[in-house]
């Protein structure tokens, strides 16, 4: 079974930046889509950026792209996601969902079948 850590959140300032971290575990070596979602208080979950294990290939959604960097680091099985320039609007609840998955992203996934269980992220304004 997939299981998914996150780690990483807390309560900054507007302007600063955080790196979250997701650790998988369980896994084996197939290929893969890991994203990252964020939960704001009162709106749907809305997928912020996903990686591709096959070809490195990412991508970012329109509110995030230029201050949100995913990478991934193979050997620790954990992928990341360092946010800078963050605004309050970035308060809420971030997931890494995961899907074994062989192919380029090019647009939001979606078709995750694991999720963990979380971190906050609460910037103040």
């Known amino acids: 079974e997939v299981q998914l850590v996150e780690s990483g959140g807390g309560l900054v300032r507007a302007g600063g930046s955080l790196r979250l971290s997701c650790a998988a575990s369980?896994?084996?070596?197939?290929?893969?889509?890991i994203g990252w979602f964020r939960q704001a208080p009162g709106k749907e979950r809305e997928e912020l950026s996903c990686i591709g294990s096959s070809d490195g290939s990412t991508y970012y959604a329109d509110s995030v792209k230029g201050r949100f960097t995913i990478s991934s680091d193979n050997a620790k099985n954990t992928v990341y996601l360092q946010m800078n320039s963050l605004n309050p609007e970035a308060t809420g609840v971030y997931y890494c969902?995961?899907?074994?998955?062989?192919?380029?992203?090019?647009?939001?996934?979606?078709?995750?079948?694991?999720w963990g269980q979380g971190t906050q992220v609460t910037v103040s304004s």
């Open positions: 969902p995961f899907r074994y998955f062989a192919g380029t992203l090019v647009a939001p996934f979606r078709e995750y079948a694991s």
């Open positions: 369980g896994t084996n070596r197939g290929d893969r889509a």
